[in-house]
């Protein structure tokens, strides 16, 4: 059976706590929506470890190079995961991913949305393999993202459709 969290550890990786927002933040949505056996997920920024959120800030091209917002996407992907965790209490609940959408605030000039967000999507082939971890994806530049973040990256996966929102423990 697939062990996406024994995966993590094995590539010397680690989620971070799920998302902490800041006190004077309130946003009127979920992260994770759980629909039957569809979660839905709200775009992610990266979060430090504690789940504070932490940027990137800025635009691509302009403040972050395309390897750095790569390696962003990729530490938001560690951040989504452990926001999933968080509410159905083992990534290996996930039967597939279906879609990711990445936003990149992008310098008007700047091409390589779709470099960035590779660092997502191959992050979910190493932790999931190809059966589960291949996705539809978009990605596009933007003039801007909330609280001027880099990249903001939402999708969506399948459970199994017995599967029932669990708290972990």
């Given at each position: ?11 010397g ?19 994770i ?36 917002a ?90 199994p ?9």
């Amino acid at each position: 059976m697939l062990n996406p969290e024994k995966k993590i550890q094995e590539l010397g990786l680690k989620l971070p706590n799920p998302i902490k927002l800041p006190k004077d933040l309130i946003l009127p949505f979920n992260f994770i929506n759980i629909r039957g056996n569809r979660v839905l997920i709200s775009g992610h920024p990266r979060q430090s470890q504690d789940g504070s959120i932490n940027g990137p800030y800025g635009q691509v091209g302009k403040d972050l190079t395309t390897e750095e917002a790569q390696l962003a996407s990729k530490e938001i992907g560690l951040s989504i995961l452990a926001n999933i965790k968080k509410e159905i209490g083992h990534l290996s609940r996930i039967k597939e991913w279906v879609r990711v959408f990445g936003m990149v605030n992008s310098a008007p000039w700047y091409k390589e949305q779709h470099i960035v967000l590779n660092g997502f999507s191959s992050l979910l082939i190493e932790v999931f393999g190809s059966d589960i971890g291949s996705h539809s994806r978009s990605a596009i530049g933007v003039a801007g993202l909330p609280m001027n973040l880099a990249i903001e990256i939402e999708g969506e996966v399948i459970m199994p459709s017995t599967m029932r929102k669990v708290i972990a423990t």
